[in-house]
């Protein structure tokens, strides 16, 4: 296996363990902890362990050079914290099938910043395979089967969740070409995210959860382990030898796996129009890395 189709397969991957998310929360909330506190546990399981395998394993890479601390920070707070502050905050203005359509625009936003900051060629089929998977995404999540009653402020609350999911990618393109490494990246971007959970818990009372509540806080670092940690991992590797707008659109694979999964495990049967909307996802997938052309699997030309 080369390097390029491992690559997409770890993108993939992470995207699978991304979907199963939402099955976590569902299970960690009848718990009794609060999102805010999952998210911060979430994130906590993410960096922790990265730092002590390195700390063990391969002190140079806890190493950063000053003048790249600014990207940390950005990838922490901008994109990584701003993305589930705004999602979480969509989610109430609006429905949950609303925002995580909005959220997953977010490939035609790392296409085109992408194009901006890399230099990646805006090719036909690249706007055909994001447009296909932002529709198929828009059909999985529901969006036109009850989720009317968008307001001016869901909107931009749902276009600012998947701005900062988006900016993971860039900024993460960005820090790797800096020849750090993928763990490095996960650790000090998660840690900067989850020190202002940190903040955000402690000034809204609801930090003492974490031992009130025991059993959820337990579930919420096996989910951060499974849902954090692994696939931030998987996916940051994958981006090297992948353009940030192609890993994007394979993560779109996200919703798919989470529609099937409920299938699965909780006979919540598709619709068609999720059906249609797996399918537009998938064909997506597929001719988006069916014989890619010069430059497709490569660095992008800085």
Do not use: H
Request: with cysteine; charged share 10%.
């Amino acid at each position: 296996m080369n390097r390029r189709s491992r690559s997409v397969l770890l993108v993939i991957a992470a995207a699978m363990l991304w979907g199963t998310y939402g099955s976590f929360v569902t299970v960690i909330l009848a718990q009794g902890l609060s999102g805010p506190v999952i998210t911060f546990l979430r994130f906590l399981a993410t960096c922790v362990p990265v730092y002590f395998f390195l700390l063990l394993r391969d002190r140079e890479s806890l190493r950063i050079r000053k003048k790249d601390l600014p990207l940390f920070l950005a990838n922490g707070l901008a994109s990584i914290l701003f993305f589930t502050l705004c999602y979480t905050a969509a989610i109430r203005e609006t429905k949950i099938a609303t925002a995580a359509a909005l959220l997953y625009t977010s490939p035609a936003m790392v296409m085109l910043l992408s194009a901006a900051v890399f230099r990646e060629k805006l090719t036909a089929r690249k706007i055909l395979c994001v447009a296909l998977a932002v529709l198929g995404c828009a059909l999985i999540s529901g969006l036109g089967q009850g989720a009317a009653g968008l307001t001016l402020r869901g909107l931009l609350l749902g276009l600012g969740a998947a701005l900062g999911y988006s900016l993971y990618s860039i900024f993460s393109r960005i820090i790797l070409d800096r020849g750090y490494s993928p763990l490095a990246n996960v650790l000090y971007t998660f840690s900067v995210a989850t020190a202002g959970y940190l903040v955000l818990i402690a000034a809204n009372g609801t930090l003492p959860e974490v031992w009130l509540c025991p059993r959820g806080s337990v579930l919420s670092v096996v989910c951060g382990l499974l849902t954090g940690l692994i696939p931030y991992l998987a996916y940051t590797v994958g981006l090297r030898d992948l353009e940030p707008s192609r890993a994007a659109q394979l993560a779109t694979v996200e919703p798919v796996f989470a529609a099937v999964l409920g299938a699965v495990l909780f006979r919540q049967l598709l619709s068609l129009p999720e059906t249609l909307g797996v399918a537009l996802v998938v064909a997506a997938v597929i001719l988006m890395n069916a014989s890619p052309g010069k430059g497709g699997a490569g660095k992008p030309e800085n």
